[in-house]
């Protein structure tokens, strides 16, 4: 699993003009399951995809084609992590530590 976190490297107004096609792209990754959360950061200053995928290499790809990053307006910082826990509705995305 992975924590994108982004962060706004434009001013809102810019970052704006792209919100349109961000959220498009969002819906696109949402309907090939790869996202199941995201949302601003408060104070807005970026914002935070969950994503599921064992593959790091495809998340950066994902991340690169964001309108927001081709656009120039953000950043990514991408945290893999290993979801051994998770509330009831997220058991599916449940993870097994490495052997």
Do not use: C, K, Q, W
């Given at each position: 699993m992975f924590v994108?976190?982004?962060t706004y490297t434009a001013p809102?107004?810019?970052v704006d003009e792209l919100l349109?096609?961000?959220v498009e792209w969002l819906d696109a990754?949402?309907?090939e399951g790869v996202?199941?959360?995201?949302?601003?950061k408060?104070?807005?200053?970026?914002g935070v995809i969950l994503?599921?995928?064992d593959d790091r290499a495809?998340?950066?790809?994902i991340a690169a084609a964001d309108p927001f990053t081709v656009g120039g307006v953000c950043a990514y910082r991408i945290t893999e992590f290993i979801a051994t826990k998770t509330a009831p509705e997220l058991a599916p995305y449940r993870q097994q530590l490495p052997s």
């Open positions: 994108l976190e982004l809102v107004e810019r349109e096609a961000h990754m949402y309907d996202f199941i959360a995201s949302g601003r408060n104070p807005r200053d970026g994503a599921v995928g495809r998340i950066e790809t």
